[in-house]
């Protein structure tokens, strides 16, 4: 029989082959490749087909088929694409199609074999896990891209306690999956989509080496925990799990289990119930969810700009007395003041609809376009609302970059604050939940008197947009 010493070099080697380096890159490249191509022949082919019924139809069949490529390369693969299927899969940027497949990589992720879970703990925690815990579950609740989370109960305990526990020779795999994607995002850069998608790389591959130290995650959680507890007066609009310390290491972290519905499943609680997830009553339920949620993310930003940057539905649970509860804090962002402000401003300007205060906005915060406001007015408005706000343009119903109507078409992005990913990418997330629920609704607009008191509290009362 195997030790658990070699049963975890086992599991380290699997994972950290999986493949070696350049027979990922390899793998990589032939499936990213065929979904490219696979595209780029449908679209020449759709030229040639009358009737706007016919090349929809051709289109979703596309969708379907790379639906299933995009799904076997992320989950084969495992690693950072994990982290990009939860990125891209979502209602208001991506195909129906890669959003029925992709959302289910979440929290579904292949899981790392329990006896070497359990000798993670026994090597970060210095004690074998029967003498800590009560009761452990093998099965994990969910398991990402960085680690799984099992549900147990510390000896002598009252209540239950989530376990992190990191995958072995994960953190190897994911920064060879992010040198290609800098590479691949550098090709479509040029040839398809007119943003810069590179810096957007780069401040992800900065942020991916912090997802690895759970000290770091667990001080975030913390922070963040207490900083929404004191803006509300005791009383936050969102759950923050407690941190256990003591039982903290990079590698294992434990902290309050939080019993809940994740909001992926949320309809389907529903319809348990008895409550039509369309209904009246679904909606007012879901209507308070993204209130609670829209608070919680403008508080963080406007007015810390220390703030939980991974909404996606995998990390949000709605509880029985329907409370939002937001989980994993292994990516957060800590926003320079002028940046934070720069976005309250920009927010304002939004708010105010009028171009050219949105670029003078952009000016601020560094963000360059190669068109400016004056020259296409209609397209920079809405370029700005696509980016930094979760209410879509009228007559949009999906956010792609690649749509013939994009606004990055008519405004190309030259260059893109670092910085200012995990903002975006927040504001990307939000709108997915809430075009997920049926429900459009524009944040800038919830945000409007936090960023006033935001620039208020800076002394930039006479700065304001509006």
Not at 135 to 146: D, H, K, L, Q, T
Not at 430 to 438: A, F, H, K, Q, W
Request: charged share 25%; glycine share 6%.
């Amino acid at each position: 029989m195997k030790s658990k010493s070699n049963l975890f070099e086992n599991v380290q080697e699997t994972l950290s082959n999986r493949l070696k380096p350049w027979e990922r890159t390899m793998q990589f490249w032939v499936r990213a490749v065929n979904v490219y191509t696979s595209y780029k022949f449908c679209q020449i082919r759709v030229k040639y087909v009358k009737g706007k019924e016919k090349q929809e139809r051709m289109w979703e069949d596309q969708h379907e088929i790379a639906a299933d490529r995009i799904y076997s390369l992320c989950y084969d693969l495992g690693g950072f694409f994990l982290k990009a299927a939860q990125i891209i899969g979502k209602p208001d940027l991506a195909p129906n199609a890669w959003v029925k497949k992709l959302v289910t990589l979440c929290d579904d992720a292949p899981a790392t074999p329990f006896e070497a879970v359990q000798f993670v703990i026994e090597k970060e925690l210095e004690r074998k896990p029967n003498e800590i815990f009560e009761r452990f579950e093998r099965i994990p609740i969910g398991s990402a891209s960085v680690a799984q989370v099992h549900r147990a109960r510390i000896k002598g305990a009252t209540s239950d306690v989530a376990v992190k526990v990191q995958h072995p020779g994960v953190q190897d795999i994911m920064m060879t999956d992010i040198r290609n994607l800098k590479t691949f995002a550098a090709y479509l850069q040029k040839t398809d989509i007119r943003f810069d998608l590179v810096s957007v790389v780069q401040e992800m591959e900065k942020q991916v080496d912090y997802e690895f130290d759970f000290l770091r995650e667990a001080k975030s959680m913390e922070k963040i925990g207490e900083f929404l507890k004191t803006i509300n007066k005791g009383k936050p609009s969102v759950i923050v799990p407690r941190p256990i310390w003591g039982m903290i290491t990079r590698k294992v972290l434990v902290m309050e289990f939080i019993e809940g519905t994740s909001i992926m499943r949320l309809g389907d609680e529903m319809s348990k119930r008895g409550i039509s997830p369309h209904g009246k009553m679904a909606m007012t339920v879901k209507r308070s969810i993204l209130k609670d949620l829209t608070t919680a993310y403008g508080q963080m930003i406007l007015k810390s700009g220390f703030f939980h940057a991974d909404p996606h539905p995998g990390n949000i649970l709605v509880t029985k007395d329907t409370k939002v509860a937001l989980l994993d804090y292994g990516q957060v962002k800590d926003l320079p003041d002028v940046l934070r402000l720069g976005y309250a401003g920009l927010i304002m300007a939004l708010v105010s609809g009028d171009p050219l205060k949105i670029g003078k906005s952009f000016e601020e915060l560094g963000i360059r376009t190669l068109t400016n406001a004056s020259d296409n007015p209609i397209a920079f408005k809405n370029l700005a609302q696509m980016m930094f706000d979760t209410k879509l343009p009228p007559g949009v119903k999906m956010a792609s970059p690649y749509g013939e109507g994009s606004s990055l078409n008519d405004v190309p992005v030259q260059s893109f604050p670092e910085e200012l990913f995990f903002v975006l990418r927040t504001i990307q997330l939000l709108r997915g939940l809430s075009v997920g629920m049926g429900i459009n609704y524009s944040c800038a607009e919830e945000w409007r008197q936090m960023a006033e008191e935001a620039l208020s509290s800076a002394g930039r009362c006479d700065k304001l947009p509006i």
